[in-house]
């Protein structure tokens, strides 16, 4: 989500060389019979290892849904953790065939990286969380505030764009590792953390008693978190936005995982479509006929991507917030599949 | 231990617990031990306490955030995980063999008398291609295992011993190389060593990871791993390539002049006579540069290898886990990391040692 200028300054850089021409992404995959997906390494609840080695999390479920599309098995993904660093990089050349990393899309990026973003699948926002006990409702009334964070510019940015317009000052305190920013938090030596909101929801799931830190309701930037995939590979693009499309479209229309055989008995036109009961939209994009109803049958609709990596039930427990369907005011907004 | 008691100095004869005396003789003195008895006292109550007393030993998460002590099962839920990362859990027991193979093979050649040509052939011939079979598969109704899922432990023993192993003979020909009377050979040798010195290791892998491959044909990836190990190869020969030189230079003039009076030509002197001498000279300091590079490995997480303090962290960071147990898995670590650097130190205090009294 954050960068350094530095590293995007150097991506950029290479991103103006890179060669973009060469064999279709999609043939590559299904020569090698497995998509390579780039993931961050550990950030609970968009991809994480378990026990087992086994990715979970959101960005892993959306790699998923890729797969499941192009060869029918949501298993026929190889998950490589990229480093914040050089992530684009692994676009770029062709080592990953898309990165599903919490990645923020903004103008530069893709602009002058050499990539393409899909659609946004998670809307998130830079936000601020602090103890109960400090008996603060709202970021306007932080005065002189010390506020942890990490490194990274755009964090810092945004907080003094912020506190500048309220004309209040602020103190800046950076630590190097998520573990000592968190337990700097929760020591007390700042009176607010701030991040993007669903990292602040992990880290106040980590607290010893949760319900003693609140997050403010201010959201002070836009992180659009999107896929990325190789620039001028539009087939390819298509089929990862679509894949992403098609879980939204899926919740929207009330398919999940249990329902999905039902639903194929279903009267609606659109659904009948989605499913591949009627038409051949799965071919016009080079996939199985079935390719929709396999995502939702394999990965599931948006909501249950959702909720089962960090939603209400898990120890993030996040809310929907912004990531819910258009007509119930989110954001979330599926082309329609016709 | 024979050859540890003739170590010892002749001095004037001992007194009898020499001990005591040292520890208690003066009012300071005891002041002093009893100060640091009492501080280790202290120190030994806290960690036993922590590490045994007030640990759990068995449970979950939940057990763990109500217990004070250490989180043992932590490392037991993780413990695959953190030594093997994403290796296909099934076929795990592939790097495991693997591991116990190469420290198998490494213990065995650890002994000067086994040295041969034969002992080098055989790693060459037929450990490295084995335990490469045994990670990458793809043969032998071996499933392929990419190695992008390589992790853990044994791509940092890979990365590091492969490593010094490979940059080895490239370091000796590179110091041989900058005492040349050719001068192209001299300022070509001269001129890597000082620019790859003068490069943090960071940077060389950024240029393997990032650069290297924007520069290739489209289509023309060359693994990921193998470009970091080509950079540690190249890292650690300049460095070692410089210790060696002192060693060289450490070997007296007139034993290459007596080698010339015999009329051995250049290769023959070198290797009979000079390399010899030079390489004995240098155990501790290459020693010691083995040793910080099997720890500076862990730099290949900046370019998204997971190596193993990196499959340590990420276990930390499990949700369930996470805020409850942080102390176990870097004392884990640590305690990976220290027992091989131990090792190694003593294996070379041992080489001292043989080649001490078995020469010179």
Known sequence: MKKSVLTVAGVAALGAMAVSAGA??????????????????????????????????????????????????GDKVDFVPTNINTRFQAVQSGEVDVLSRQTTLTYTREASLGLDFGPTVFYDGQGLMVAKSLGVASAKELQDAAICTLP?????????????????????????????NRAAFFGGRCQAISSDRSDLASIRAVANNPDDYILLPETISK?????AVRQNDSAWRDIVSWSVWMLMAAEEKGITQANVDEKLKSEDPEIQR????????????????????????????????????????????????????????????????R | MAELQLSVPLGP??????????????????LITMFCVLALALLAKIAIGWLLIDAVFTGTPADCKVGSGACWPFLGAKLRYM??????????????????????????????????????????????????????????????????????LPLSFMLSFIGLAAAMPLGIALALARQSD????????????????????????????????????????????LRAQVAIILFAAAYIAEIVRGGLQAVPKGQIEAGNALGLHY????????????????????????????????????????????????????????????????????????????LMGAYSRFLERYYRTTHD
């Open chain 1, 24 to 73: 279709a992404t999609l043939d590559t995959v299904k020569g090698r019979g497995k998509l390579i997906c780039g993931v961050s390494l550990a950030t609970p609840g968009f991809a994480a290892p378990d026990d087992k080695g086994r990715m979970t999390g959101f960005d892993a479920d959306i790699c998923r849904s890729i797969a499941v599309a192009v060869f029918g098995d």
């Open chain 1, 152 to 180: 990274g510019t755009t964090t810092a940015q945004n907080l003094s764009d912020f506190f500048r317009t309220l004309g209040a000052k602020f103190e800046l305190v950076v630590f190097e590792s998520p573990d000592e």
């Open chain 1, 223 to 227: 992180e659009p978190l999107a896929p």
């Open chain 1, 274 to 337: 989605m499913l591949g009961v009627t038409d051949e939209l799965g071919p016009m994009l080079g996939l199985d006929k079935k390719w929709g109803y396999n995502i939702i049958k394999s990965v599931g609709n948006y909501g249950e991507v959702f909720e089962r990596n960090m939603g209400q039930g898990t120890r993030l427990g996040m809310t929907r917030g912004p990531n819910t369907q258009w007509n119930a005011g989110g954001l979330l907004y599926a082309p329609p599949i």
């Open chain 2, 13 to 30: 004869p001992r007194r009898a617990r020499p001990w005591i005396k040292n520890l208690f003789g003066t009012p300071g003195n005891a």
């Open chain 2, 83 to 152: 030594i093997f990362g994403f290796y296909p859990y099934e076929e795990q027991w592939r790097p495991f063999a693997a591991l116990l193979l190469f420290l198998g093979a490494a213990l065995v050649s650890m002994v000067p008398r086994l040295w041969s040509r034969g002992l080098l052939l055989a790693w060459l011939v037929v450990l490295i291609p084995a335990l490469y079979i045994l990670m990458a598969g793809g043969v032998l109704g071996l499933s392929a295992v990419p190695s992008s899922k390589w992790g853990g």
């Open chain 2, 182 to 225: 050719l001068p192209a050979i001299r300022v070509l040798a001269i001129s890597f060593i000082e620019i790859v010195r003068g490069v943090p290791l960071i940077s060389l892998l950024f240029l393997a990871t990032v650069m290297l491959p924007l520069f290739m044909p489209e289509g023309v990836t060359i693994d990921k791993l």
């Open chain 2, 267 to 342: 290769w023959l002197i070198m290797r009979k006579i000079v390399l010899p001498q030079a390489l004995k000279k240098v155990i501790p300091p290459l020693v010691s540069l083995f040793i910080g590079f099997f720890q500076d490995t862990t730099l290949v997480t900046i370019i998204g290898l997971l190596d193993f303090l990196d499959t340590v962290r990420s276990a930390l960071r499990d949700p369930d886990w996470q805020g409850i147990a942080v102390l176990e898995g870097y004392l884990f670590a640590a305690f990976v990391y220290f027992t091989f650097s131990a």
